[in-house]
């Protein structure tokens, strides 16, 4: 058996741990790298099927409870911003303490706060397990990845990744059909007990299956004013992101908390070129490929996520599908993430990540575009078009640009490595639907009152035209009751041309992301230390 060191040119010189890229497979249950890739699969799903299935159940929860809409938005926004504030930082902690362990405590503690959220009779109470949620949900998704790249020999990563990239977007996409199911036959609160027996599967498949991986260089301390700096600095980050478009984008507000997570970022670069084990070694960021693996992910998820948004405003409130049709419209976008990944993941594998990353993001520039023609009347074939196009270029980047972030990492640092992966995609979405959603919110104001006054409509209170503008920017048309059935419908017209306006332009918007994204693809490379999981040393 040939033996390989790797160094690590991105950080002070350090030495990776030797690392057999050939060596040989487990033999039994524990460690045995496929059935650890079911074991964290598992875990992971439930933390990405949380992400989009709640939005499903928002309105039930709201009407139960009694509570405001600002409340319910806090059912997502708690969730996604406990997710990004600490996925770095629990990223360290499996490379400090073990990924193994790192990941059944996050399983545990998230099937836990799902338990009691679907227990919770305040609105209140819900929003705070959702934070809990997404604590537990930050331990586990860089611990899934730590513990793929330690298992499996190089030559068989990225047909791993793209699966667990699989499992991530099917999930994602899977979301509204499932959690329209569950609330439309069962209960709000079954979207969330849901987690309880898919936990413990993985609990008890995580204790049988999963084998402790630590590299011999680990860290051994804690660097707590850079986790404090890092935080603080996405909390501001994320925080503008999310109140953005209540604030305004103009407003002093929004403006404070972007600088202040400039100054946050600034003085944790600083920090860390001092302290002698730092939370994220700014030497890997000189590692071209990895910082663009890190930028594209995160353009990525600025086309996905935020074109995603209006398109289930799209098929439910313009269309008037259900929440469980309008999820069956998407399973050409789910359909193709599941081909596509381990499909992306062979040919990354053989080719290099250069040319499948470009090709990605070309063929989302060009579903983005397609979108940006989808008319009040366009039929279920042309959109299914587009939306397979979309899955199908969104494959080979989930699993490419993993690979190229965690294999340019050392083996020490794969869990930062994940969380960096994992941080990128969340503020991406998070950047994607803010920004997007202020382009459509421009769009839907310079157009309203002409299309209005244009269909010879009364002329509206400036008042009654900030609540029609508010409604149009989700395709509801505003109706009031009482209203004549052929001045109805002429609302209805305005209201669904106009939010068709601002989509598009949105759409062209996120087009032109994916463009800049195909650029970026040229930058990586196959990971330098890709080959040091395989030879980790057991614990």
Known sequence: MTSQTTIDKTGPGDKAPSAPSDAAPAKGLRGHPWFTLITVAVGVMMVALDGTIVAIANPAIQKDLGATFAQVQWITNGYFLALAVCLITAGKLGDRFGHRQTFLIGVVGFAAASGAIGLSSSIGLVVAFRVLQGLFGALLMPAALGLLRATFPAEKLNMAIGIWGMVIGASTAGGPILGGVLVEHVSWQSVFFINVPVGILAVVLGIVILLDHRAENAPRSFDILGIALLSGAMFCLVWALIKAPEWGWGAGQTWLFVAASVVGFVLFAIWEKRVKEPLIPLGLFRSVPLSAGVILMVLMAIAFMGGLFFVTFYLQNVHGMSPIDAGLHLLPLTGMMIVGSPLAGAMITKFG??????????????????????????????????????????????????????????????????????????????????????????????????????????????????????????????????????????????????????????????AGVAVVAVLVAFLTKRGENAEAGAGAAHI
């Open 353 to 510: 990540p250069r040319v499948p990353l470009a090709g990605g993001m070309a063929c989302v520039a060009i579903a983005m575009f397609g979108m940006s023609t989808l008319e009040t009347d366009t039929g279920s074939g042309i959109m299914s078009l587009w939306f397979a196009m979309l899955g199908f270029g969104l494959a080979p980047v989930m699993v490419g640009a993993t690979e190229v972030i965690v294999g340019h990492a050392p083996m020490e640092l794969s869990g930062v490595a994940g969380g960096l992966q994992q941080a990128a995609m969340q503020i991406g979405g998070s950047l994607g639907t803010a920004v997007l959603g202020a382009v459509m919110a421009s769009k839907v104001d310079s157009d309203l009152a002409g299309n209005w006054a244009d269909a010879g409509l009364p002329q509206l209170t400036p008042e009654q035209q900030a609540q029609a503008s508010e409604a149009v920017q989700v395709g509801v048309a505003p109706v009031a009751k009482g209203t004549p059935e052929e001045i109805a419908a002429k609302i209805t017209d305005v209201a669904h041309d106009t939010f068709i306006s601002g989509m598009s332009l949105a759409s062209l918007v996120a």
